[in-house]
């Protein structure tokens, strides 16, 4: 009997690994076909992107540059979405959301909320850049409304942190003139 219980523990901890394995190559494919893809594109961005994309930057007392990446205002509904977005001038892991089997799915309906239901009205997706100067690539991927079609969309920003800082000082400057010629 001993031997019959040490049997089926071990199969049910063997067949555990196997799943957990399973699921870590699913992962890791889906993630290398998103790399792959996004890296094949090259930047060309997609002409017609059914909802907003904004990017803000900031910059971390460790030198490093946070960007945020925030897709939002659907026009279209969009179930299941993945996204990750690649630094051109990094290497590693990217930031990603959506590609991972044990993951919350989100959804984006036009002029609907239900966070229960992880339909959002926007998603960020934040990362570091080691340098000012960075360019990113962004896929985006969904299913239509009837969860059948898959469409995949493509955007890129080039960013310069020192370009943008440079013409924000300069326009500080500029007001601080005009408040010591009204003082005048």
């Not at 690649?86 to 959301?97: E, T, W």
Request: include cysteine.
């Amino acid at each position: 009997m001993r031997k019959l219980i040490l049997f089926c523990t071990l199969v049910m901890f063997i067949s555990g690994c196997s799943n957990n394995k399973k699921k870590e190559n699913d992962f890791q494919y889906t993630y290398n076909s998103f790399v792959n893809s996004i890296l094949d594109n090259n930047g060309n961005d997609t002409i017609e992107i059914p909802f907003a994309h904004h990017l803000e930057v900031t910059k971390e007392s460790s030198g490093e540059y946070r960007y945020a990446i925030t897709i939002d205002d659907a026009r279209v509904a969009m179930y299941h979405i993945q996204m990750m977005v690649v630094d051109k001038s990094a290497s590693g892991q990217y930031p990603f959301i959506g590609l991972m089997n044990d993951e919350p799915e989100y959804s984006m309906i036009p002029n609907q909320e239900n966070k229960e239901k992880n339909f959002v009205k926007g998603i960020v997706l934040e990362g570091l850049s080691a340098t000012p100067k960075f360019t990113l690539l962004i896929q985006v991927s969904w299913k239509d409304y009837a969860q059948v079609n898959t469409r995949t969309v493509f955007f890129s920003y080039v960013y310069d942190y020192d370009q943008d800082h440079k013409d924000e000082a300069k326009s500080n400057q500029s007001a601080e003139k005009e408040d010591v010629k009204d003082d005048e």
